[in-house]
């Protein structure tokens, strides 16, 4: 069985660095041809893509949030991780990673933007 856990702070500042790490036991990140993605709900909103690493460490980002996304790996830890610039309010959402292809998320970090 798979498992992903999601971990970082619940609290992060407007224009701080939100960053957030997955860590993946049951599977390895290096895996052919699965790809590992970060996901998030907001407040009253739906689920937006934000982005993926693939078994070969190549990243995509969805275009609204591309210029503030970076996505990265540890493959010796088994874990990928989320960083996201200049953070604002709007930004505040649960935090979800998963491997769309094995149908296995994490159950999601309640990240909050606030001062």
């Known amino acids: 069985q798979v498992q992903l856990q999601e971990s970082g702070p619940g609290l992060v500042k407007p224009s701080q660095t939100l960053s957030l790490t997955c860590s993946v036991s049951g599977a390895s990140i290096t895996t052919s041809y699965y790809c590992w993605s970060w996901i998030r709900q907001s407040p009253g909103k739906g689920l937006e893509w934000m982005g993926v690493i693939a078994y070969d460490g190549s990243t995509d980002y969805s275009p609204a949030l591309k210029s503030r996304t970076s996505i990265s790996r540890d493959t010796s830890k088994n874990q ?16 979800y990673c998963n491997v769309p292809a094995l149908r296995y998320s994490g159950q999601g970090t309640q990240v909050a933007v606030s001062s």
Do not use: K
Request: net charge negative.
């Open 80 to 95: 990928f991780s989320l960083q996201l610039s200049s953070v604002t309010p709007e930004d505040t959402a649960v935090y």
